[in-house]
């Protein structure tokens, strides 16, 4: 009898213990201003406190700091349906971000060690990136040091402001996944294929409404299709 009893409490030990394990990252909001690499002009337009995403050894994995609210053209309509990343401008800032050792960007690409612009961008609709994500929305990587201004620019010059974070002539990556449903508080939340995402929610002021727009920044994980 005492032998059946631990047949059967086995697996109940393991289902309850499955959850725990899975959670391999968390985010701490903490008392960390912008580094001095950000800008004059785009410091003023981020939070003051960073969202840090840590490991579950307490690594430091990176520190995003997000702008503090947005505009948006989006109309009345666009607003009562819920935005979404295409209500914010192409290179718009969407925040920042510090890595404090060599970074994997979700094209495989090595990001070095140091501080970065986040721009909203989208992925060219050609030949070239057909089925590279499963989503065309992302936040471009720039060195703060050579982001200075908040001002919006052409994609093409973006996409080499940003290449000078890869060093190469593709922009440095962080894809964004849909977020229809903000919770009030920043997660990491898992994805297929092991990507991990940093949810956070931001103030947009459209059609002189105040609206929410949810964020979903690949923080861990790399495509499958490259």
Same mark, same amino acid.
């Given at each position: 009898?005492?032998?059946?009893?631990?047949?059967?409490a086995?697996?109940?030990?393991?289902?309850?213990a499955?959850?725990?394990?899975?959670?391999?990252y968390?985010?701490?909001?903490?008392?960390?201003?912008?580094?001095?690499?950000?800008?004059?002009?785009?410091?003023?337009?981020l939070?003051?406190?960073?969202?840090?995403v840590?490991?579950?050894a307490?690594?430091?994995l990176l520190?995003v700091?997000?702008?503090?609210?947005?505009?948006?053209?989006?109309?009345?309509?666009?607003?009562?349906?819920?935005?979404?990343?295409?209500?914010?401008?192409?290179s718009?800032?969407?925040g920042? $971000?510090?890595f404090? /050792?060599?970074?994997?960007?979700?094209?495989? *690409? %090595?990001?070095k060690? #140091?501080?970065?612009?986040?721009?909203?961008?989208?992925?060219?609709?050609?030949?070239?990136h057909m089925?590279?994500?499963?989503?065309?929305?992302?936040c471009?990587?720039?060195?703060?040091?050579?982001?200075?201004s908040v001002?919006?620019m052409p994609?093409?010059a973006?996409h080499?402001?940003?290449?000078?974070?890869?060093?190469?002539?593709?922009p440095?990556?962080?894809?964004?996944?849909?977020?229809?449903?903000?919770?009030?508080?920043?997660?990491?939340?898992s994805k297929?294929?092991?990507?991990? $995402?940093?949810?956070? /929610?931001?103030?947009?002021?459209?059609?002189? *409404? %105040?609206?929410a727009? #949810?964020f979903?920044?690949?923080?861990?994980?790399?495509?499958?299709?490259?």
């Amino acid at each position: 009898m005492l032998c059946t009893r631990f047949l059967f409490a086995t697996p109940l030990l393991l289902i309850l213990a499955g959850p725990a394990a899975a959670a391999k990252y968390t985010v701490k909001v903490e008392d960390a201003p912008p580094p001095p690499e950000i800008g004059g002009r785009v410091r003023p337009l981020l939070e003051v406190k960073g969202l840090s995403v840590y490991d579950d050894a307490g690594t430091l994995l990176l520190t995003v700091w997000p702008r503090k609210a947005f505009e948006s053209t989006a109309t009345a309509e666009q607003v009562k349906n819920g935005l979404t990343y295409r209500e914010i401008a192409e290179s718009d800032v969407v925040g920042a $971000v510090k890595f404090p /050792k060599l970074w994997t960007d979700y094209r495989k *690409q %090595k990001i070095k060690a #140091g501080v970065y612009t986040l721009r909203m961008g989208w992925q060219p609709m050609d030949g070239d990136h057909m089925g590279t994500a499963p989503f065309n929305e992302f936040c471009l990587l720039s060195p703060a040091a050579k982001d200075q201004s908040v001002d919006a620019m052409p994609a093409k010059a973006l996409h080499e402001l940003s290449a000078g974070s890869v060093g190469s002539s593709h922009p440095g990556v962080m894809l964004l996944f849909p977020n229809p449903k903000p919770a009030d508080e920043p997660a990491v939340e898992s994805k297929p294929n092991n990507i991990w $995402v940093l949810n956070f /929610k931001r103030p947009v002021t459209a059609a002189g *409404q %105040k609206a929410a727009l #949810g964020f979903s920044l690949v923080v861990i994980g790399q495509t499958m299709s490259e």
